[in-house]
């Protein structure tokens, strides 16, 4: 069972950049790493997803080492609206079904 | 609709009482996810779905819970002589998985049921 390590909660303030680092020490060679925000009272939202290297949307960058042993959130100048919790995940293959399991997720604070 | 449907968004019950909650997925998603969030908690796992089977039912808490999706769309998860620690936010989520060698899946959320049991 692929199982990942976030930081319980990060404090930024607005305009700042803010990296949120994901452990996943057994991630499997077919799985991939996803990104998803949520807001309270509100389901988790996709954000990015990645499998090596580096993928940037309009709403973050997502940076994966060559051993795929953790990966890096990256949101570029933050503001109150970003306040969340994120969750990274990694697929879990399991008789040949994907079962995706939420970690504890990172509380981002921004504040003004 | 456009996106994933949860009913009730809220659920007041007593404690003892059976509770059906409601997920209508994205039409054509063929993977359904149910997760339950405890106030300030992560996501727990609870059941997934691919077409109308469960091949994964080990997030279920006890055999209180039990969940069915019928013509690869709605899902229901029962949970039966309700307790006030099943007190929660239950999620739905779906997607269209995609098979192959490499593997990736974007889950869609509902907006939740919370329930409270009294």
């Known amino acids: 069972l692929a199982k990942t390590t976030q930081p319980i909660s990060m404090d930024s303030y607005e305009g700042q950049e803010v990296n949120i680092t994901c452990s996943h020490n057994n991630i499997a060679t077919n799985d991939y790493i996803t990104w998803y925000q949520q807001f309270p009272s509100q389901g988790p939202r996709f954000i990015i997803q990645?499998?090596?290297t580096k993928v940037t949307n309009e709403v973050a960058s997502l940076f994966i080492p060559a051993d795929r042993k953790s990966s890096t959130l990256s949101l570029p100048r933050v503001s109150l609206s970003d306040t969340a919790v994120y969750y990274c995940l990694v697929g879990d293959d399991n008789t040949g079904f994907q079962k995706l399991v939420f970690g504890t997720g990172t509380r981002l604070l921004v504040s003004p | 609709g456009a996106g994933v449907s949860q009913s009730p968004s809220n659920k007041v019950t007593e404690k003892g009482k059976d509770v059906e909650l409601r997920c209508d997925p994205i039409?054509?998603?063929?993977?359904l996810y149910w997760y339950r969030q405890r106030l300030g908690q992560g996501l727990e796992f609870l059941i997934y779905?691919?077409?109308?089977?469960?091949?994964?039912k080990s997030g279920l808490p006890s055999d209180r819970f039990s969940a069915e999706r019928t013509g690869e769309s709605v899902s229901t998860l029962t949970i039966q002589r309700t307790q006030q620690e099943d007190s929660a936010v239950y999620l739905c989520a779906s997607s269209s998985v995609r098979r192959g060698m490499t593997y990736s899946e974007k889950l869609f959320f509902g907006s939740g049921t919370q329930l409270s049991v009294l």
């Open positions: 039409s054509g998603h063929t993977a």
């Open positions: 779905f691919q077409g109308n089977s469960a091949p994964d």
């Open positions: 990645g499998y090596k």
